[in-house]
């Protein structure tokens, strides 16, 4: 079994920067697809980002699109989020999530296994 732990949501103003983490245990990501979503009060589940297996690609949703970098350490079977410019909508409890494949990206959260508790991220304007 996977167990993720997010970590690095706060409290910013707009245009600031956060870096959100994902720590894997119980059993290495490695050969999964990881994946951000989001959840802001009121609405759906939505994708952020993902990143295959091996790194060397990655996913974007429009909204957060050359805001956004999601990278990971397989070493260190952790999963980041680098989230600049950030906006107040940009405000949401993220998410980390793996899925059981390892090179298809996919943006629908029922594709995704396992997942955090997530974190707060809040934007102030």
């Known amino acids: 079994q996977v167990q993720l732990v997010e970590s690095g949501g706060g409290f910013v103003q707009a245009g600031g920067s956060l870096r959100l983490s994902c720590a894997a245990s119980g059993r290495t990501v490695n050969t999964y697809v990881m994946g951000w979503f989001r959840q802001a009060p009121g609405k759906e589940r939505e994708f952020v980002a993902g990143?295959?297996?091996?790194?060397?690609?990655?996913r974007y949703a429009d909204s957060v699109k050359g805001r956004f970098t999601i990278s990971r350490d397989n070493a260190k079977n952790t999963v980041y989020l680098q989230m600049n410019s950030l906006k107040p909508e940009d405000t949401a409890v993220y998410y980390c999530a793996g899925s059981r494949t390892a090179y298809f990206i996919r943006t629908d959260y029922s594709s995704y296994v396992y997942w955090g508790q997530g974190t707060q991220v809040t934007v102030s304007s």
């Open positions: 990143i295959a297996s091996s790194g060397l690609s990655t």
